[in-house]
């Protein structure tokens, strides 16, 4: 069940690294699942539990949860009756469908839901020929492998964007909504990016493979897809076309804003709550009783002695103060250490944008661990090498812990997304800045001088950091079951310079 967690790493830009969860939904009621992500710092760095507070740590960390996006080949986008378009069809025959609200809603929802899953087909389809081409063996042609899907690829973008313009003449019409027609055209702008974006990515593809057969027809049938995209929004007057020897500032910042518009369809309600206040404060008071019953008693004793006004129960009023003090705080402390590790700080409920389902719920906690706290599995996974001993002058890496501990409702999955294609899940997409870690690093770049061939020459040397990531997946229920995996970032202070998979 496990191996069915994906999780993959991307540099979002050079100051954040982009960590994608994927929750699988299992058939049962209850799905279970803690995910502990490990990340090892060089004591160089300076990161401490001083220097970084969690709040801080918190605030550097971009939350997005979202359903997994229904699955769907391009074929069945086009032809499958639980296809959004199918859907946005049979809406529209309706007698006086733009009269009807829950209708204009559901139109829009289906629309900007096409746009997604038709962005999901079109990677899957991609990755899928780059697959093909890594398993071919070398002399082979790799015409007759990915000739098919490139074809397949061109036609069906062909027809999918025809049946979705076709629907053009039914909006453009007075009455209807004009939430509605932005929402079609929005939608109708992105596809074009997608198809346009798709074909250049294949042309790519094709290009660096071009020296093993002759490609050529493949690179003008994907050359004229990308020409007539562009005469498309050209046509309709979008702002999304980019140009050469061009900022395309206009271009770039359009794009990104009609990507959040349709894949914002996915996303899901979050409410986050600091997790065990009331159990806290509770505790708290029963450690202040404590101590303020061994103060009274004290006193009580010595005046029952010594009598109320005299120098012993004055000395003795004196002491009980102090105990009860350090009592108190040696309680809150004793009881801070048991309630952390047995609590989290967050406790998020994900429900449905119209918060009438409650799909999971989603604890978390940051902590600062020592070495000796690591399990075995753990400490094997992180393989400190020697060289990393020496860069931390043998004292270790601070070591920064976060855990997510998520149970999924299988029922109310299916209920809340009855209507779609296959639901499988959850995605956490975490986005982490790592820019409080380059404060104390040195210039990326230094010149030293190499004698070479008996002259003195001068080279460039980067200077790189290694910030080493473990993750331990655990599945609670309905398995039980535990995997490890380990990523490596590679930075300097210009920031995230490359991120490398590490197999274990």
């Known amino acids: 069940m496990l191996n069915t967690i994906q999780q993959s790493a991307i540099s979002h830009d050079r100051y954040q690294?982009?960590?994608?969860?994927?929750?699988?939904?299992?058939?049962?009621?209850?799905?279970?699942?803690?995910?502990?992500?490990?990340?090892?710092?060089?004591?160089?760095?300076?990161?401490t539990e001083d220097s970084y507070p969690k709040a801080e740590l918190y605030s550097d960390i971009k939350n997005y949860i979202?359903?997994?996006t229904p699955q769907m080949n391009l074929r069945d986008l086009s032809e499958s009756n639980l296809s959004p378009l199918r859907v946005i069809q049979q809406a529209i025959r309706q007698p006086s469908w733009y009269q009807d609200?829950?209708?204009n809603e559901t139109l829009i929802y289906e629309l900007r839901l096409f746009g997604a899953m038709y962005k999901s087909s079109l990677r899957e389809h991609v990755i899928l020929v780059e697959r093909r081409i890594k398993e071919v063996a070398p002399g082979v042609e790799i015409q007759p492998?990915?000739?098919?899907?490139?074809?397949?690829?061109?036609?069906?973008?062909?027809?999918?964007?025809?049946?979705?313009?076709?629907?053009?003449?039914?909006?453009?019409?007075?009455?209807?909504?004009?939430?509605?027609f932005l929402a079609y055209s929005l939608v109708d702008?992105?596809?074009?990016?997608?198809?346009?974006?798709?074909?250049?990515?294949?042309?790519?593809?094709?290009?660096?493979?071009?020296?093993?057969?002759?490609?050529?027809?493949?690179?003008?049938?994907?050359?004229?897809?990308?020409?007539?995209?562009?005469?498309?929004?050209?046509?309709?007057?979008?702002?999304?076309?980019?140009?050469?020897?061009?900022?395309?500032?206009t271009a770039a910042f359009r794009a990104s804003v009609i990507k959040k518009f349709v894949s914002g369809v996915l996303h899901l309600s979050i409410d986050a709550q600091q997790e065990g206040k009331g159990v806290e404060q509770l505790l708290m008071a029963l450690v202040a009783g404590v101590s303020m019953v061994f103060a009274t008693v004290v006193a009580f004793y010595f005046q029952s002695v010594y009598g109320s006004?005299?120098?012993?129960?004055?000395?003795?009023?004196?002491?009980?103060?102090?105990?009860?003090?350090?009592?108190?705080?040696?309680?809150?402390?004793?009881?801070?250490?048991?309630?952390?590790?047995?609590?989290?700080?967050?406790?998020?409920?994900?429900?449905?944008?119209?918060?009438?389902?409650?799909?999971?719920?989603?604890?978390?906690?940051?902590?600062?661990?020592?070495?000796?706290d690591l399990s075995p599995e753990v400490r094997t996974a992180r393989q400190i090498d020697p060289f990393a001993d020496l860069d931390n002058d043998r004292q270790g890496e601070t070591i920064i812990c976060h855990t997510k501990d998520i149970i999924l409702n299988g029922d109310l999955f299916r209920k809340a997304f009855a209507g779609l294609p296959k639901t499988s899940g959850l995605n956490d997409i975490i986005r982490y800045d790592i820019?409080?870690?380059?404060?104390?690093?040195?210039?990326?770049?230094?010149?030293?001088?190499?004698?070479?061939?008996?002259?003195?020459?001068?080279?460039?040397?980067?200077?790189?950091?290694h910030v080493n990531i473990v993750s331990q997946y655990t599945s609670l229920s309905p398995k039980n079951e535990r995997i490890y995996k380990r990523m490596r970032l590679v930075l300097n202070r210009l920031g995230i310079k490359r991120i490398e998979y590490i197999h274990l």
Do not use: C, W
């Open 309 to 372: 006004f005299t120098f012993p129960a004055f000395v003795a009023l004196i002491v009980g103060y102090m105990f009860k003090d350090r009592i108190k705080e040696a309680g809150r402390a004793l009881l801070a250490g048991k309630l952390h590790a047995n609590l989290y700080d967050r406790r998020i409920k994900i429900k449905t944008l119209d918060g009438k389902y409650q799909l999971a719920i989603l604890r978390e906690k940051i902590t600062f661990l020592k070495e000796s």
């Open 17 to 47: 690294v982009e960590l994608k969860l994927d929750y699988e939904l299992d058939r049962g009621k209850k799905t279970h699942y803690r995910i502990s992500t490990y990340i090892f710092v060089p004591r160089s760095l300076g990161i």
């Open 145 to 180: 492998i990915i000739g098919n899907l490139i074809d397949e690829l061109i036609s069906q973008s062909k027809k999918l964007s025809a049946d979705y313009r076709g629907l053009y003449r039914e909006f453009n019409l007075p009455h209807v909504k004009k939430e509605v």
């Open 101 to 103: 609200d829950e209708v």
């Open 189 to 249: 702008e992105y596809v074009s990016l997608l198809i346009e974006e798709s074909a250049t990515e294949l042309f790519k593809i094709v290009l660096e493979n071009h020296d093993r057969t002759d490609q050529r027809q493949y690179l003008h049938k994907l050359g004229k897809i990308a020409e007539r995209e562009t005469a498309h929004r050209a046509v309709h007057e979008y702002g999304s076309i980019f140009k050469v020897n061009d900022e395309n500032e």
């Open 435 to 465: 820019y409080p870690y380059l404060r104390k690093m040195d210039d990326p770049v230094e010149d030293r001088l190499l004698l070479s061939g008996g002259e003195l020459k001068s080279v460039l040397a980067h200077k790189v950091y």
């Open 66 to 68: 979202r359903i997994k």
